[in-house]
């Protein structure tokens, strides 16, 4: 889980790393967008080789939701 | 996997075709100056082609084809194959490639058809117009793949995952018989990813009604009409990064072939994001892999020969390419072949 908030932190260029925790409601953050989506869905890809597509972005509010998600893949 | 080989066949010539009108993202009023520098990095797309409102993607290919024709000194009576690629046809029905035939001044013996494909398109044209070619008897046979759109004009201007993404272009190939010679393909279909893109009413499940000017939101920020092309990114972008770098490396396994056979690869041009994860995963340099999107943006079937027209026109040695179709259908497909140092390679403007 750790593992996974350092991963998903690292994609952002704007928002401080101490921001982003477990129940961090990733979509609620101010550099949240369209864009950082696809880097989330190809940080999976590359560190955990599975694929996670709009939906499950969709149905993620925190990021442990999303480490759930993938976990299950 | 349809996974096949076609002999003593050949790629002669390429013609593509563009609008004069050019279009800046960074300039264009519906987008907001701060966003569309942000689309311009992450998708790489600057300039869009527009055509005009009475200019359809059949008058683009039929500059294209005209072009082409006389370049190579064709008499059209040889040509026994048109086949046009496309999703934005000149209406429901007739076949575009039947009015086609008929511009172009081809024989009735000519075998015409509309195939309705994307981003896959020129991949999926080519493995038909091939197939059909390898049947003709004797030494002879000419094939017309006619391949284009104009999506700008279901892209709306409220939806700013499509209206900064799309072009306009035509293009024209004439395939042939030639000893020797060969074309490989690889193609592959899953309609589960569907509604990925899709363009939902206008046809007969939902008809043309008066409802369908109405604008409707998917995701709250982005409003299309029910006839305007939806286009899901991130589903896209999970498909493209996951099965196109699968398939290229299965595919080069299957026909034994190592990275030093392959000069070009030349990709559907989706974005720059995108297109970069799947360069990178195959392991592929940059220097082979050639973009048009900056000035041209993404025109859906008709990237790959755009592309090979605009990056390969100044090269005379002839080349080994590896070209990869991947979108709307969900649908994908590789085609691997030699062009050579002859053949025509042009892009024109109408």
Not at chain 1, 1 to 9: N, R, V
Not at chain 2, 230 to 248: E, H, Q, W
Request: aromatic share 8%; hydrophobic share 40%.
């Amino acid at each position: 889980m750790e593992e996974f908030i350092e991963h998903f932190a690292e994609q952002f260029d704007e928002t401080e790393r101490s921001e982003f925790s477990a129940s961090t409601e990733f979509k609620e953050l101010d550099e949240w967008d369209s864009m950082l989506a696809l880097t989330i869905i190809a940080m999976v890809d590359e560190e955990y080789d599975k694929t996670i597509n709009g939906d499950d972005i969709k149905a993620a509010k925190t990021i442990e939701d999303l480490y759930k998600i993938v976990e299950n893949k | 996997m349809a996974h096949f080989k076609i002999d003593d066949i050949s790629v002669r010539g390429i013609v593509s075709c563009v609008p004069p009108n050019k279009v800046d993202n960074l300039e264009d009023i519906n987008i907001e100056k701060e966003h569309a520098e942000k689309i311009i990095t992450s998708t790489g797309i600057r300039y869009r082609r527009i055509t005009e409102e009475n200019v359809t993607s059949s008058d683009l290919c039929e500059a294209a084809a005209r072009s082409l024709i006389e370049d190579l000194q064709i008499d059209p009576s040889e040509i026994e194959v048109l086949i046009f690629v496309t999703q934005t046809p000149d209406f429901i029905l007739p076949a575009t490639a039947t009015l086609l035939q008929d511009r172009l001044g081809l024989s009735n013996a000519t075998m015409a058809f509309d195939i309705n494909m994307g981003c896959s398109g020129y991949v999926y044209g080519l493995s038909v117009v091939a197939s059909l070619l390898a049947n003709v008897p004797g030494d002879n046979g000419k094939g017309l793949l006619l391949v284009g759109d104009t999506i700008s004009k279901v892209a709306n201007p409220k939806d700013l995952s499509t209206y900064p993404l799309f072009g306009d272009a035509g293009s024209a190939t004439l395939v042939e018989k030639k000893k020797g010679e060969s074309i490989s393909f690889d193609l592959f279909t899953d309609g589960k990813g569907a509604s990925a893109i899709e363009i939902t009413h206008g046809g007969f499940r939902n008809p043309y009604d008066t409802s369908v000017s109405d604008e409707i939101t998917r995701d709250g920020v982005n409003f299309h009409r029910k006839t305007d092309l939806y286009l899901n990114g991130m589903d896209v972008f999970s498909f493209g990064i996951t099965r196109i770098p699968k398939a290229i490396k299965a595919f080069c396994e299957k026909e034994e072939l190592q990275d030093s056979d392959i000069d070009f690869y030349i990709f559907h041009q989706a974005n720059k994001f995108m297109n970069e994860k799947i360069r990178k995963k195959i392991g592929a340099t940059e220097e082979k892999v050639p973009y048009t999107l900056h000035d041209f943006a993404n025109v859906s079937s008709a990237t790959i020969p755009l592309t090979i027209t605009q990056s390969m026109a100044e090269r005379h040695t002839g080349s080994n390419i590896l070209c990869c179709g991947f979108g709307v259908g969900l649908s994908w497909g590789i085609a691997y072949f030699k062009l050579d140092r002859d053949v025509l390679l042009k892009t024109i403007a109408l």
